[in-house]
C-alpha cells in the first residue's frame, strides 16, 4: 500500500467510526458528561476537528484554518479565538456543544481539506519539517501520523461515551 492511500485509509475509518457512534445521538447525549469536569461527545468532536484544521491548515501548510476561511466559529456560534485544546476544568464543565450535524459538517469540511492535502504528499514532502507552536519541530509526517492517531482516539472515546449513555451496540 502507497503512502497516500494508507493515510486516506486510516483517515475514512476514524471518519466512519465517529459517523459511526455519533448517529442518532439527542442533543442530551450530545451534552452528557460522566462527571462534571469530564469531556462530553460534544466537546471532543470540536477538539477533535479544530486540532485536525490546525495541525494540517495552519501549522503544516500556513495557511488559514477552515475554522477562519469558512467562517464556521460563525457557524457554529462560537467565538472565533475558540481554541478547541487546553481547557480549564471549568471550561470543559460549562462547554455547550454546538447541534451535532452542525459538529460534524465542520468535521467533514476538515477532513476533505486534509483530504486534498493528503493527495499531493511524497515520502519527500513527509521529511519536510514544521514547527509546531512552542513545541519544536516535527516532520510533516509525524503531524499527520499525529493526525491519524488523534483522530482514531477520539472516535474510540466518543463510542465509549454512547456506550455508557446506551449500553452496549445501541
Known sequence: MELIDF???????????????????????????????AN?????????ARSEDTFIQSTIQQTPTEWEAGKWHSKLGMLETQPG???T????????????????????????????Y?????????DQKVTWGRTGEFTIGALLAL???????????VSYLRGLQRGANK
Do not use: M
Open 147 to 157: 493526525v491519524i492517531n488523534h483522530s482514531s482516539q477520539h472516535a474510540g472515546e
Open 7 to 37: 493515510a486516506q485509509t486510516a483517515l475514512q475509518g476514524s471518519q466512519r467510526a465517529i459517523k459511526r457512534a455519533t448517529d442518532g445521538l439527542t442533543a442530551q447525549e450530545l451534552a452528557w458528561q460522566p462527571k462534571p469536569d
Open 85 to 87: 485544546a487546553g481547557y
Open 40 to 48: 462530553s461527545i460534544g466537546l471532543i468532536l470540536f477538539h477533535n
Open 118 to 126: 493528503v493527495k499531493g504528499l511524497t515520502p519527500a514532502k513527509c
Open 89 to 116: 476544568q471549568e471550561q470543559v464543565a460549562t462547554f455547550r456543544a454546538p447541534a451535532l450535524a452542525d459538529l460534524l459538517a465542520y468535521a467533514d469540511a476538515v477532513r476533505a481539506k486534509t483530504t486534498d
